[in-house]
């Protein structure tokens, strides 16, 4: 009885010491890697026109804001992955689109710039909500481009314009999400390029 006794008061005693133990000796199972955002983009981004418009060399820069330019301020943010949804780090992204009023600036580089994303193939462009010009809904034109690979030229749309089924080139997967905050249109658009 004693012994039984004895053994039964030493196992109740090491109980908070074997929890202690097994809290921290307790091995965690190897954390898997996150799956990246992909939304099954198995196709790239479709290509669209140039347009008349494109001009080369523009500046290095994140923002077409500048001083004496009307209109509403977009915030456009997102990603460029390749088609096994892996991010393209120092992808090119260069953009152009024409003002408020619907007019393009081809004398100087006024809402025209690139950019390069992050290592995540993140980016973030601060611009205006382009103008409407005859024939044309509202787009943004860009070109993006992965280190050492070919050329995407394409362009963007904005979501519930009038003009989007009139415009003879304008399709529907490159629209962009839009949210309405209090002083800008926040844009988001993830790019996909052939791996």
Known sequence: MDSTRRTFIVLVASLPLMGFLARYTKTEPASLP??????????????QTEGPYFKPASPERSSLLQPGLNGTKLILAGQVLNTDCQPVAKALLDWWHCDSEGNYDNDGYTLRGHQYTDKQGNFRLETIVPGLYPGRTRHIHVKVQAPGQPVLTTQLYFPEEAQNQGDGIFNE???MKTQKKADYLGAGYTFVLKA
């Open 173 to 175: 997967v490159l629209v």
């Open 34 to 47: 996150p799956t990246p955002s992909c939304d099954d983009h198995d196709e790239p981004t479709p290509r």
